[in-house]
């Protein structure tokens, strides 16, 4: 506890990384005010008692699934009728596309190698993409809002315009574009004059601010059985921490496959001797290398089994499709997860390029061949520790189902217990952390540098 309040101490110590989680949190507050802004159209608090009484009518659990995830990476915004429903999301969507186009057409490969500008230049067209996938998605997301409410005769009052005219659909779809496209500017802003990783910021900051009502909710029902409701209670949160150490571990967890380095020195008599680096690297490689990625694919496709109910609404089999708690729907969630897993790290995780750079800048891995071996090496190391890692994610993402019921009673806390969210949330809180603690060490070397300057310089 101690080491912690000094870390805090020494943050704070920092003028320039002070200002920078200052402005961070700026960022976040706007971010946070313009979600609960309603689209003009749309009376706000209609919305919330819509919503409401579509909860207590049983909804749709297959909105816990990638509508849930939309809903939960904008903070609510989404199931709100909010300006910035979108959210990040597009932009995130644009950066996946450009990145797979980026393995099959050859000019975005070339910006890949440009260095800065060619990243530039690949910004420059996900910022352009995300305008597109705004614009396809804005009018889908009015066309779910109207669906949702025109049943309902006694909500008609939450349009302040005819849901089906031209003044309700114009300037609702360029406001969630301009909502998207601010998004995504704070999280640019973030990223470059805060303390970095802005998009994924945004994103953990609308997971976050669903878990207190979540958490709350978990206690009203908990409490209304009983005696037995606190302790109930006090084990979820402590069996929660628990996963969540699981999902740190799952993060950082990695391969380390050991490199030397040949140096080529010029011994006397003019002769080229190969000379062993005393000082063993190491390449490490990620257990979970894709992330959070094969969920999102695998919940972006659990949509067609949901939709095939519609030939056969009879069947009971399909019908559990529908359900994001059903064994149906978490057997062939993990299954695609795991497939997901393989296709994902395989086109990011470049094994060719790393044995060839390897070989370029004179670094071997003991006892195999530099070029194809290595690359060869590489590849089946990946794929034994692929394997793990994709189903230890796949336990991950089913778990929410898995608790559900016969430990948590709601499934708003449920969906805590792993899946997206909860590897995003562990994923960025590392990441910052890593940050702020490299930064603290290199004003630490900074330090020692001046004040040996100082020392030998006499000034």
């Given at each position: ?236 949160v402590l069996f929660w921490m628990l996963v969540v150490l699981l999902a740190v571990i799952l993060s950082v967890a990695v391969r380390k496959i050991p490199i030397q380095y040949v140096s080529r ?195």
């Amino acid at each position: 506890m101690k080491e912690f309040i000094q870390t805090l101490k020494n943050i704070w110590s920092l003028k320039e990384l002070r200002e920078k989680i200052l402005f961070t949190l700026g960022i976040i507050l706007v971010y946070r005010f313009a979600s609960y802004i309603s689209l003009p159209a749309i009376n706000l608090a209609e919305v919330g008692d819509l919503l409401e009484h579509y909860k207590n009518q049983g909804g749709n659990k297959q909105g816990a699934g990638l509508l849930g995830l939309l809903s939960s990476f904008t903070g609510g915004a989404f199931s709100h009728a909010s300006v910035m429903a979108l959210g990040i999301m597009p932009y995130i969507s644009a950066s996946i596309i450009v990145q797979l186009m980026g393995m099959a057409i050859p000019y975005l490969q070339k910006l890949q190698k440009d260095g800065e500008s060619g990243r530039n230049t690949l910004n420059q067209i996900t910022r352009w993409l995300t305008i597109g996938v705004c614009l396809v998605q804005a009018p889908s997301y009015l066309t779910s809002i109207t669906q949702l409410f025109l049943p309902y005769a006694q909500f008609q009052s939450a349009y302040y315009v005819e849901p089906n005219s031209i003044m309700f659909w114009l300037p609702s779809i360029v406001i969630l574009v301009g909502g998207s496209v601010f998004a995504m500017w704070l999280g640019e802003k973030i990223t470059d004059k805060g303390i970095g990783n802005g998009i994924s910021i945004l994103i953990m900051v609308g997971i976050l601010s669903r878990l207190p009502e979540a958490f709350v909710q978990e206690m009203a029902v908990q409490n209304g059985k009983g005696g037995m409701g606190s302790i109930m209670i006090l084990i979820e949160v402590l069996f929660w921490m628990l996963v969540v150490l699981l999902a740190v571990i799952l993060s950082v967890a990695v391969r380390k496959i050991p490199i030397q380095y040949v140096s080529r020195a010029q011994a006397r008599g003019g002769v080229n001797r190969n000379l062993m680096q005393g000082a063993r690297q190491w390449i490490p490689l990620k257990v979970n290398a894709a992330g959070v990625m094969p969920i999102i694919f695998a919940q972006a496709l659990m949509f067609v089994p949901g939709l095939l109910t519609k030939f056969d609404e009879s069947n009971t089999f399909l019908a559990g499709f529908k359900n994001v708690f059903s064994w149906q729907y978490n057997v062939l969630f993990a299954l695609l997860i795991i497939i997901f897993s393989f296709f994902y790290t395989a086109i990011t995780i470049p094994v060719n390029q790393m044995a060839d750079d390897l070989k370029r800048n004179g670094g071997l891995i003991p006892k195999v061949r530099p070029g194809k071996e290595t690359a060869d090496y590489l590849d089946d190391i990946l794929s034994k520790i692929t394997l793990p890692g994709a189903i230890f994610l796949s336990i991950f993402a089913v778990l929410p189902a898995i608790v559900h019921g016969s430990f948590v009673q709601t499934d708003a806390f449920a969906l805590f217990f792993g899946g997206t969210s909860l590897l995003i949330m562990v994923g960025v809180i590392l990441d910052t952390v890593q940050q702020i603690n490299t930064y603290l060490l290199n004003h630490h070397y900074d330090g020692l540098m001046q004040s040996k300057l100082s020392r030998s310089t006499g000034y």
